[in-house]
T-cell receptor
Framework: AQRVTQPEKLLSVFKGAPVELKCNYS??????LFWYVQYSRQRLQLLLR??SRESIKGFTADLNKGETSFHLKKPFAQEEDSAMYYC???????????FGKGTRLSVIA | GAVVSQHPSRVICKSGTSVKIECRSL??????MFWYRQFPKKSLMLMAT?????????EQGVEKDKFLINHASLTLSTLTVTSAHPEDSSFYIC?????????????FGEGSRLTVL
């Protein structure tokens, strides 16, 4: 069964501090992993995906197949990073995304 | 990037009435659209997969007679909440992939907040 686990509901950090949002997944095949972000009163938007291996807004995430994790990291948090972050998984083909429960990141000035 | 538009963004209705929510892909075609439901402070729950020209596939526990889905064209899917009750009040979000695009990115609509009185 496909499952995405985000253990933290809320994460508060000070501006300039490092951030790590945890995500673990369960999937029998080769999944595609994503991080989506939802800013206040805005729609969900893609932050990054594991296949592109790029850094967006200073965020990076590395897929660790051994630990089945896809943690989101940023070395120095900014106030504008405050948002709801969802880790998501997709199987092969045109399949829906399975979402974790989300982590609300609050960056304190 | 691709744009998915939902209408209406907010709707209030009386208990027992039906409400239709539209989901359009504005600049791409989507053979498949996905309908999610988001409860307050909770994650997105997949309700159903809408397939153009065929029946929708519903997730376990979702009443297909209550949540009618029609995917009439490659750019439009509709969700009709029939005989709405207060417990149907929620945030409904549709999403789609560009069938010509590569990668698994889903594009999301802005969501439709339904309040049933």
């Amino acid at each position: 069964a496909q499952r995405v686990t985000q253990p933290e509901k809320l994460l508060s950090v000070f501006k300039g501090a490092p951030v790590e949002l945890k995500c673990n997944y369960s999937y029998s095949g080769s999944p595609e992993l994503f991080w989506y972000v939802q800013y206040s009163r805005q729609r969900l938007q893609l932050l990054l995906r594991h296949i592109s291996r790029e850094s967006i807004k200073g965020f990076t995430a590395d897929l660790n197949k051994g630990e089945t994790s896809f943690h989101l990291k940023k070395p120095f948090a900014q106030e504008e990073d405050s948002a709801m972050y969802y880790c998501a998984l997709s199987g092969q083909g045109n399949t829906p995304l399975v979402f974790g429960k989300g982590t609300r990141l609050s960056v304190i000035a | 990037g691709a744009v998915v538009s939902q209408h209406p963004s907010r709707v209030i209705c009386k208990s027992g009435t039906s409400v239709k929510i539209e989901c359009r892909s504005l600049d791409f075609q989507a053979t498949t659209m996905f309908w999610y439901r988001q409860f307050p402070k909770k994650s997105l729950m997949l309700m159903a997969t809408s397939n153009e020209g065929s029946k929708a596939t519903y997730e376990q526990g979702v009443e297909k007679d209550k949540f009618l889905i029609n995917h009439a064209s490659l750019t439009l899917s509709t969700l009709t909440v029939t005989s709405a009750h207060p417990e149907d009040s929620s945030f409904y979000i549709c999403s789609a992939r560009d069938r010509k695009g590569r990668g698994g990115e889903l594009f999301f609509g802005e969501g439709s907040r339904l309040t049933v009185l």
